[in-house]
């Protein structure tokens, strides 16, 4: 099986602009994650979407979106850029078996960079 | 809150020992899981534990107490390879479906 997919790998952007990034997850997982990495704060969790319903959510603001599609690809939205949101961001997914939290397989992260 | 602490950097040599300590201050947690991320790369599944005691996973393995709110990754007869980053990282009860709370990490240096 193929594993999570990411696009793009590296993106740049300047502070006040938007983004959206990409992620598909393994073929039959269900549970789409995003997380935010930074050499300052680690490996931070920002939402988890499954049958297309957000069903966690972390600590960051508004700014930070997402949403889930009928396929169970994910994009994730960053609206008006900041510095601070330079950071490695990753997408894992899971199967969603019933009975409990499920492994998480990581996908090769979206690297941003806000100029 | 929750929170959970490692050791920033341990190095050790080819063929020894190496053991990661995860102390969590935090609870109603359903299992801890460890993770390995090389630079540049994406974290990957290593080990999980759902109830106390200690699992094995080949060279590695992971051990959880939560009477002592006390876990660790023993990494066995390193390779050179085993350079990376380990976390440590809690899955939560309350919170339906999959939500991962990470350590800090563990920068692990293995020397010829």
């Known amino acids: 099986k193929a594993g999570v997919t990411q696009t793009p790998r590296y993106l740049i952007k300047t502070r006040g602009q938007q983004v959206t990034l990409s992620c598909s997850p393994i073929?039959?997982?269900?549970?789409v994650s995003w997380y935010q990495q930074t050499p300052g704060q680690g490996l931070q969790f920002l939402f988890e979407?499954?049958?297309?319903?957000?069903?966690n959510k972390g600590n960051f603001p508004g700014r930070f979106s997402g949403r889930q599609f009928s396929n169970s690809r994910s994009e994730m939205n960053v609206s008006t850029l900041e510095l601070g949101d330079s950071a490695l961001y990753l997408c894992?997914?899971?199967?969603?078996?019933?009975?409990?939290?499920?492994?998480?397989?990581f996908g090769p992260g979206t690297r941003l960079t806000v100029l | 809150g929750q929170s959970l602490e490692q050791p920033s950097e341990v190095t050790a040599v080819e063929g020894a020992i190496v053991q990661i300590n995860c102390t969590y201050q935090?609870?109603?947690?359903?299992?801890l899981s460890w993770y390995q991320q090389h630079d540049g790369g994406a974290p990957t599944f290593l080990s999980y534990?759902?109830?106390?005691g200690l699992e094995e996973t080949g060279r590695f393995s992971s051990f959880l107490s939560r009477s002592d709110s006390y876990g660790y990754l023993l990494l066995q007869e390193l390779q050179m390879k085993d350079s990376a980053s380990y976390f440590c990282?809690?899955?939560?009860?309350?919170?339906?479906?999959?939500?991962?709370?990470f350590g800090g990490g563990t920068r692990v240096l293995v020397k010829p």
């Open positions: 073929s039959g997982h269900r549970s």
């Open positions: 534990n759902a109830l106390d």
């Open positions: 894992a997914s899971s199967l969603d078996r019933a009975g409990g939290p499920d492994t998480q397989y």
């Open positions: 979407y499954f049958s297309e319903t957000q069903r």
């Open positions: 990282a809690v899955s939560w009860i309350k919170a339906a479906g999959n939500k991962l709370t």
């Open positions: 935090t609870s109603g947690f359903y299992g």
